[in-house]
């Protein structure tokens, strides 16, 4: 059958998307590598100087400020995330009319840029003009209005909270998915057995979208290690650059004083970490597609 | 039995009512956000940069939009810059994906699987690492402050994604309809836009949707690739409408400009919610 179908066409098929990821991620990837080991300055100029990028972000402290900073926020983000779609997933996963409607008003967030979501919380937060201080000051919950950007436990705090209004609707999503796929009879068998809603969520819901759950942790927190956008906008890394993430960092240091070479050695350090990451999520969505 | 029936039927219709208010509770929380930012946009301006700041308001204007549609160079250019990015943005991935996908899902040759790694592997690797090397080559070929640039960029972001889904979508059309095709003459070219393409439109339309969303949102790329006002995307317009000018920020002017950026995400997502959902499920649970 289907004599037309020569192994070279399929190829020649590949060949121009194959031709672009080599032009543009496999040859400035290389090109990155090398540049990680030169003083290259934006100004231009810069030569080969070994492994003293590397030796330098190692002994930088600012640099390990960003990273522990990016993993205290990954760390307290993701589970937050996790825990608040996965209730908000039991709660919509019905197709009747009201929970398909909050279901969809809850991803709703998830669709528009998260700069503009973070120049609207910006404006939320405001000390002056913000509604949320607005808010909390006439329910008599703070008697002044905060300054939430200047100080690094409140602005924190703010933009956990406008990350999760943002976000918690995409691990919604997927959670949901999951659950529906859970057979009615096992629950149904399960209720005949006397299990209470809470057991059956323990018992039956949790182990059996374990894989979703995982895949969605892992998305989220490789989400959250890459964050920029929320800081740059929100609190511009600082104050006292406490709340520089470890892209506004590599930004810092590349675009705004100038130092590629050093701006690429952080970046490499950056994907091996974000890599490792991902190969983790890989192996896990094999190992327990195979299971 | 009949006895258990009434306090268990008060109990289902107690819980019944409070999912009601709780499901209501949460769309008030999720939409007040973007309900305060219409509001505000649509005060006057003396209004928006009242302090404290007023929850409705008193008169309705659309001066904030005025003030945003006249900022700098123009609305309309920045906007206009915004969808080219995203226009290319979306034809290179389809003119690439495309074919990529029929040949990975009809054609059997060497190395196949090792060559669909390497181009879905990308997606391991985090796109702001390739920023500076990108940055470099397009300062050197003058695409830095292009739509052509930026476009590539956003292709590289969402190219492994698109194969993904343009692969499954052929495979998920039966052979004997394509070796039907055959039968009736077509060469493989043909079969392809002509059989084929209209069956994995679902397919396309996900790796275009997609392609917007990213393109149209898109941050990092585009504040380190455009420095040149007239080359601004929406983003970063919002951006500098918030740095002001002599550093007061303009308030209503700013969530004007918010929700101009959010209408059309929240516009094509309500249109084909079916695809975005689907695509969002098959791209995270592969």
């Not at chain 2, 040949?103 to 060497?110: E, K, Q, T």
């Not at chain 2, 060559?115 to 879905?120: A, G, I, Y």
């Amino acid at each position: 059958m289907s004599l037309t179908h020569r192994p070279s066409t399929g190829f020649a098929y590949l060949l121009p998307a194959i031709a672009f990821t080599a032009v543009f991620v496999l040859y400035p990837l290389l090109q990155l590598v090398y540049f990680s080991m030169t003083d290259k300055s934006l100004m231009g100029g810069g030569g080969y100087i070994g492994i003293a990028n590397y030796v330098r972000a190692f002994n930088d402290k600012a640099f390990w400020q960003a990273l522990r900073f990016t993993l205290l926020y990954t760390a307290f983000l993701t589970p937050l995330l996790m825990g608040l779609g996965f209730l908000l997933a039991l709660l919509t996963m019905r197709n009747s009319p009201l929970p398909k409607l909050t279901r969809g008003i809850i991803f709703l967030p998830v669709v528009i840029g998260l700069g503009s979501s973070s120049l609207l919380w910006f404006w939320l937060f405001d000390q002056q003009v913000g509604l949320v201080n607005r808010l909390l000051v006439d329910l008599h919950i703070i008697a002044q209005p905060l300054a939430w950007f200047t100080a690094v436990g409140t602005g924190f705090m703010a933009i956990c909270f406008s990350i999760t209004w943002k976000v918690v609707g995409f691990a919604m999503i997927l959670f949901v998915a999951a659950l529906q796929s859970i057979g009615q009879e096992m629950e149904e068998a399960a209720i005949i057995d006397g299990a209470s809603y809470w057991q059956r969520v323990w018992r039956i819901f949790i182990p059996l979208s374990r894989r979703t759950l995982l895949m969605a942790t892992l998305i989220s927190a490789i989400g959250s290690m890459l964050a920029f956008d929320q800081f740059y906008i929100m609190t511009g890394g600082g104050p006292r650059g406490q709340t520089f993430t470890t892209v506004y960092f590599v930004y810092q240091n590349s675009f705004v004083f100038f130092k590629l070479g050093y701006g690429a050695a952080l970046s490499i350090i950056l994907a091996a970490i974000i890599l490792a990451g991902s190969t983790l999520q890989v192996w896990l969505s094999r190992r327990s597609a195979g299971s | 039995m009949s006895v258990a029936v009434q306090p268990s039927q008060k109990r289902t219709s107690f819980k019944r009512l409070a999912f009601n208010v709780a499901c209501i509770l949460i769309c008030t929380v999720m939409l007040a956000p973007l309900l305060m930012s219409l509001s505000a946009s649509l005060k006057s301006p003396s209004e928006a940069n009242l302090v404290p700041p007023t929850y409705l308001p008193s008169v309705y204007s659309l001066a904030n939009y005025a003030k945003v549609f006249n900022y700098q160079v123009g609305l309309v250019t920045y906007v206009w810059n915004s969808l080219a990015a995203a226009g290319l943005s979306i034809a290179m991935c389809l003119m690439l994906s495309v074919p990529a996908g029929y040949g990975l899902a009809r054609y059997n040759f060497r190395f196949k699987e090792a060559w669909f790694l390497f181009l879905v592997a990308t997606m391991m690797l985090p796109f702001q690492a390739l920023l500076i090397p990108l940055y470099l080559m397009f300062a050197k070929i003058g695409l830095a402050n292009s739509h052509i640039g930026l476009a590539l960029v956003h292709t590289v972001i969402q190219l492994p994604f698109s194969i993904y889904i343009m692969r499954n979508s052929f495979e998920g059309v039966p052979k004997e309809i394509e070796d039907a095709s055959y039968v009736d003459g077509c060469r493989s070219f043909t079969s392809l836009r002509r059989v084929m393409l209209p069956l994995v439109m679902p397919g396309v339309v996900t790796v275009a949707l997609f392609a917007f969303i990213n393109s149209w949102n898109e941050f990092l790329a585009a504040l380190i690739f455009l420095n040149n006002e007239k080359a601004f995307t929406v983003p970063i317009l919002l951006v500098s409408v918030r740095t002001g000018i002599q550093g007061a920020v303009d308030w209503g002017a700013l969530q004007a400009g918010v929700m101009l950026s959010v209408v059309p995400c929240i516009a094509i997502y309500l249109l084909l919610q079916r695809y975005y959902v689907s695509g969002l499920l098959s791209g995270a649970v592969k």
